[in-house]
């Protein structure tokens, strides 16, 4: 086997463009060969601490320069990143080194409190580094602070030999039916999605600038850190994510091309704040990580004079489909695309048996994107990947031309008088009222009764409507027993970290 580390792709933009702008924060840019030079001398640092290879270190830090050279630091020296959310409390700190088994964690001066507590309930990891402690500070008990030890170690260092199928990065699900899993990506799934997406479906070069929406901690975050390596984008770094923060950073570092979720899209349409901002720079932006309704994205290609895309993929695999500028073209409205290249992607019932084009079921898949398995969880993997096929949990299908439609998460599905709902169908419907800016739809479960459904609206700033025109509206399009019967208006619906609308806490 041939050696193959994801480090690579730092490296050989430094090789290329070093002098060149790659992190920008609103302050000095970093160039690609500081970066470079910065994460030699992490993997110098974390070898001098007793590191080895294969070893898990834990990264605690936001999207920042220091998060750069760490990640890069430890691949360089065949250690793999377990990025963990920023927005993580500390028993969800201490439950991720404990499982990912980290040798070593890293984390910021924001996150102190967090970090602090986790790193002490775990009790597993052997070394804590902080960076950016003010000099008064006090450093947590048993760390140490990063910036000496960077600044000391030496950035004469080789990247380590590592295989394509060895683990290259650690990224934890959301968790939404039990506990966070640690999914496995190695350095060829990293290469292949990296590769893919920069040259084939997201179609960038040097002169772009991405808007970095998504924490590394997420495999959004992932896709756009490499991408931007592989093709020596510029990566405009966000602090946090509301839409004042993002229009700023559009106009200020002149933003080409950004991906995000659906969320975003309703943001940046229906928000007043914008029109305070130059957006004209973007030329191109992709919507993934749930569903988005075709009536929406033909607002924002409308309103922003962009060109809009779409896919479907996860942490396990991504992507696995792809709708790019060309194929929206020709693309029905809704579909997510076709399969991207060195995919399979069948539709099966419960059996496993293939389903006909048009009739739902669940979508699995094979392909060198597919992940390895999650961590310490063989049984999981066991029903994951059964026969071969990643089963993704989520419902679906495909056309006559092989074009796939998201339907929902399996683990959604509502039972109304027997028949089988799927909420993401009655979001879209609402979605399209005119007075709606945003929905969620969840299944009540009532004592010895079936599941009934409601919605959480919020309505578009100045608009008007009432439950019962809303529900009518449902009638009109849907049969009778999809249609929702309790409406409640809100001003927001609660969010992940990742965007999501966070439909377990309002199920609660």
Request: glycine share 8%; hydrophobic share 45%; with cysteine.
């Amino acid at each position: 086997m041939h050696t193959l580390n994801a480090a690579m792709f730092l490296e050989d933009a430094a090789q290329r463009a070093g002098d060149k702008p790659f992190l920008l924060t609103g302050q000095q840019p970093v160039t690609f060969g500081q970066v470079e030079e910065n994460a030699r001398r992490a993997a110098r640092m974390f070898t001098d601490l007793g590191i080895q290879p294969g070893e898990r270190i834990a990264f605690l830090l936001g999207n920042s320069p220091t998060f750069m050279a760490c990640y890069f630091g430890a691949l360089k020296m065949g250690a793999v990143p377990v990025p963990l959310n920023p927005q993580s409390p500390g028993p969800e700190v201490a439950y991720y080194l404990t499982d990912s088994h980290a040798g070593a964690f890293v984390a910021a001066e924001p996150f102190l409190e967090a970090a602090q507590a986790g790193f002490q309930a775990a009790g597993t990891c052997q070394h804590f580094l902080f960076d950016n402690l003010p000099g008064s500070t006090a450093c947590p008990p048993a760390a140490q602070r990063l910036a000496p030890l960077l600044s000391a170690a030496s950035s004469d260092f080789t990247t380590a030999v590592t295989q394509p199928q060895d683990v290259a990065v650690v990224l934890y699900t959301s968790g939404t039916t039990g506990r966070p899993k640690g999914a496995m990506l190695s350095h060829a799934n990293l290469h292949f999605f990296t590769e893919l997406l920069a040259r084939d479906q997201w179609e960038l070069g040097p002169s772009d600038v991405i808007l970095m929406t998504a924490s590394a901690s997420h495999i959004f975050g992932q896709t756009i850190l490499l991408v931007a390596c592989a093709t020596t984008a510029a990566l405009s770094l966000v602090g946090r994510i509301d839409i004042a923060t993002l229009a700023a950073n559009i106009q200020r570092d002149r933003v080409t091309y950004f991906a995000g979720v659906p969320m975003l899209a309703n943001l940046l349409l229906h928000s007043p704040q914008v029109a305070a901002f130059d957006l004209s720079s973007l030329r191109k932006v992709m919507f993934g990580g749930a569903t988005i309704s075709s009536e929406v994205m033909a607002q924002f290609k409308a309103r922003f004079q962009v060109e809009v895309i779409t896919g479907y993929g996860m942490t396990e695999a991504v992507p696995l489909t792809f709708a790019n500028a060309a194929l929206m073209r020709s693309a029905p409205p809704g579909s997510v695309g076709k399969p991207v290249w060195g995919t399979s992607l069948r539709i099966v019932d419960e059996t496993d048996a293939d389903m006909p084009p048009g009739s739902a079921g669940e979508i699995i898949v094979r392909g060198p994107q597919v992940f390895s398995g999650y961590q310490n969880r063989p049984e999981a993997n066991a029903e994951a990947l059964r026969g071969g096929w990643f089963h993704t949990g989520d419902a679906g299908y495909l056309d006559a031309n092989g074009y796939l439609f998201i339907v929902d998460r399996l683990r959604e599905m509502v039972k109304v008088s027997g028949f089988s709902v799927f909420p993401a169908e009655v979001e879209r419907v609402l979605q399209a009222h005119p007075a709606v800016a945003e929905v969620a739809v969840i299944g009540l479960q009532r004592k010895n009764l079936d599941e009934r459904l409601k919605a959480f609206v919020v309505l578009k700033p100045g608009a008007e409507a009432g439950a019962r025109e809303l529900i009518a509206y449902c009638e009109a399009q849907l049969a009778e027993y999809k249609c929702p019967r309790l409406i409640e208006f809100r001003a927001s619906l609660p969010k992940s970290p990742t965007g999501k609308i966070d439909k377990k806490s309002l199920a609660e």
